[in-house]
Nanobody, 126 residues
Framework: QVQLVESGGGSVQAGGSLTLSCALS????????MGWFRQAQGKEREGVAA????????HYIDSVKGRFTISQDNAKNTIYLQMNSLKPEDTAMYYC???????????????????RGQGTQVTVST
């Protein structure tokens, strides 16, 4: 059984940092893309970042470029999202996703991802 387990969410003040982790267990083949999407209350889902597991190529949405960094530890089947200079508009539930299509997996939809985690809340206050 494939599982994605996120951790690392929390509450911080604007300008602060958080690091999210996502561990993939179970069948890891054919999940060359891993990524993060978020959904704020009352808003649409938004893909945030993705990493191509094979060579570490990354992709970000414009609003997080220069602030967020996605990385991987292949030995642990784990990806990370280092979030710096957090803003109140980053407040959302953050989900991890995995699938075969880079960078589409970061949307967490069936079009590009096969698996999604349960989410971890990130709250940024002013």
């Amino acid at each position: 059984q494939v599982q994605l387990v996120e951790s690392g969410g929390g509450s911080v003040q604007a300008g602060g940092s958080l690091t999210l982790s996502c561990a993939l267990s179970g069948a890891t083949s054919n999940n060359n893309c891993m990524g993060w999407f978020r959904q704020a209350q009352g808003k649409e889902r938004e893909g945030v970042a993705a990493i191509y597991v094979g060579d570490g190529t990354t992709h970000y949405i414009d609003s997080v470029k220069g602030r967020f960094t996605i990385s991987q530890d292949n030995a642990k089947n784990t990806i990370y999202l280092q979030m710096n200079s957090l803003k109140p508009e980053d407040t959302a539930m953050y989900y991890c996703a995995a699938g075969p299509i880079f960078p589409l997996c970061m949307m967490g939809t069936s079009a590009g991802s096969r698996y999604r985690g349960q989410g971890t809340q990130v709250t940024v206050s002013t």
